[in-house]
């Protein structure tokens, strides 16, 4: 019995599940070596409405819940981390779009997106640093009916893959921090914008890259949120991305527990199943029993969203909790299958998946900020 999941939501989960088993999975470890994101079982999950389900109807979506988001979300991770990337960038950069965009430049955008026709990337982290996100450096000018961008982004998840990018570039000054930042909707095939790859260790379906602006002209009216202010606005939407990687993660880490479970139980030592040395039995019980905790935190972060509640500290102890607690399972997993774990396959694999998100979309030492300013105060806590 789950308190956060009802019947609906249960169903939508299985519904979910089916297609990702049957779908999905099989192509797990080639997309990998591949290093490509399958469009057609992106226009497929699309089609099934497995995409931003939460958006409003105008803007392509079902109008669902977040907490659907979030089952999707966890379903389509069990069986390809990568793939789940499509829902969490489609639910994160949606929201952007619907909440911030004029209606007539991002309404085709957003329902490419939901079809699963279109992928959209965030540009926010530059090579002088991640963490301190508000003290960007890309310039955005203004130039007639235009701004023009100039400067470089770098760890950008899709960067080569992507059909558009959301971009946050300075237009005020440097002092002003997080108030002089400006957010802009930029199509990748936009003049003067040229993008390259790295050779990630992970999620290598998805990729990351770097993206440099050589005079990139972009109307006014794709402008996200008002001038100035578009890091403090939607900004405000990683909340929900912050679950849904909480989940997405702890996802991986189940099915790598599901498996490992039924390996120990069937492999013998010394005339005995595994499990029956506790050396083996009690490390894994501890990590479901973490593992089930922090889905439950996740759920509680999306209900909350759901009812219009608070729930920053909650989605930033899902950011940084979730990860870590993810990889530490998977490898006690990988461990537990001896040779077998280490050899190419899917769990090394997975282990190399969920690395990235103790690294990216924000680390667990700012997590743990955002979750003492909430509990002592800003003033506390500068």
Not at 75 to 90: G, T
Not at 157 to 177: C, K, M, N, Y
Request: proline residues 4%.
């Amino acid at each position: 019995m789950n308190p956060y999941l009802d019947d609906d939501l249960l169903a939508i989960a299985g519904h979910a599940r089916r297609f990702a088993s049957e779908r999905i999975a099989p192509g797990y470890q080639q997309r990998d070596r591949s290093r490509v994101l399958d469009r057609t079982l992106m226009r497929a999950m699309g089609a099934l409405g497995f995409i931003a389900p939460e958006l409003p109807p105008a803007c392509g979506g079902q109008g669902l819940p977040t907490l659907a988001a979030g089952v999707i979300h966890e379903e389509i991770a069990r069986a390809d981390l990568s793939m789940s990337y499509v829902n969490l960038l489609a639910s994160l950069n949606g929201q952007i779009l619907s909440q911030h965009g004029r209606r007539e430049v991002v309404q085709p955008w957003l329902q490419r997106l939901v079809a699963g026709d279109a992928l959209l990337a965030i540009a926010l982290t530059e090579p002088r640093g991640g963490s301190d996100a508000a003290n960007l450096r890309l310039r955005v000018e203004r130039s007639g009916d235009h701004y023009v961008i100039d400067g470089e982004k770098t760890s950008i998840s899709a960067a080569d893959q992507a059909d558009a990018v959301i971009v946050f570039g300075r237009t005020g000054s440097v002092e002003a921090g997080a108030h002089g930042v400006t957010a802009l909707l930029v199509p990748a095939d936009a003049a003067g914008l040229t993008r390259s790859r790295f050779d990630c260790h992970g999620q290598r379906a998805i990729g990351r890259g770097s993206l440099h602006f050589d005079r990139v002209r972009v109307p006014l009216d794709h402008r996200l949120g008002d001038e100035n202010k578009g890091f403090v606005q939607v900004m405000q939407g990683f909340d929900f991305s912050r679950a849904l990687i909480g989940l997405q993660v702890l996802a991986v880490a189940r099915v790598a527990l599901d498996e490992t479970w039924a390996y120990v139980a069937q492999r013998e030592s010394f005339g005995q199943p595994l499990s029956a040395f506790q050396g083996v039995s009690h490390p894994l019980a501890e990590a479901d029993t973490q593992v089930e905790a922090a889905r439950l935190l996740c759920l509680q972060a999306l209900w909350l969203k759901d009812r219009g509640a608070p729930h920053s500290a909650e989605a930033a102890m899902c950011k940084w909790w979730a990860p870590q607690l993810a990889y530490d399972t998977i490898h006690q997993c990988l461990l537990m299958h001896g040779h077998g774990g280490y050899d190419r396959g899917p769990m090394e694999q997975r282990l190399r998946d969920v690395l990235g998100f103790q690294l990216g979309d924000g680390t667990a030492q700012i997590m743990k900020t955002i979750v003492a300013r909430q509990r002592a105060g800003r003033a506390a806590v500068p």
